[in-house]
């Protein structure tokens, strides 16, 4: 029902742009966010768009990534500017429709030299 892609190699300093589309059983992009999990960490949380309000970033990517969302496509954005080594990780996008989780297949973003 999430549909996650975008990922790839990029050097430090470099640009990606992840994208996520949803079925059309999820009916809204509102609360729809991304995750991610580098190798031997926990899963951690990284932005989320809401319908009325700003969106929301964990601190380490503040500043460098936006996430959007188009509705005719049912699909959120996560670009993502400024990549360092740390960003390395498997990105994940997610939401909660009608009291269901669902979860993204991942996407695998590496930032290297």
């Known amino acids: 029902q999430l549909q996650a892609s975008g990922g790839g190699l ?5 640009s990606l742009r992840l994208s996520c589309a949803a079925s059309r ?4 992009l509102s609360n729809m966010g991304w995750y991610r999990q580098a190798p031997g960490k926990q899963r951690e949380w990284v932005a989320l768009i809401t ?3 700003t ?3 964990a601190d380490s990517v503040k500043g460098r ?5 188009d509705n005719a496509k049912n699909t959120v954005y996560l670009q993502m500017n400024s990549l360092k080594p740390e960003d390395t990780a498997i990105y994940y996008c997610h939401t909660i429709w009608r009291s269901v989780t669902y979860w993204g297949q991942g996407t695998q973003v590496t930032v290297s030299s």
């Open 65 to 69: 990534f936006t996430i959007s969302g």
């Open 55 to 57: 969106p929301n970033y």
């Open 10 to 14: 990029v050097q430090p300093g470099g």
């Open 51 to 53: 319908s009325g309000s």
């Open 25 to 28: 059983i999820i009916g809204s």
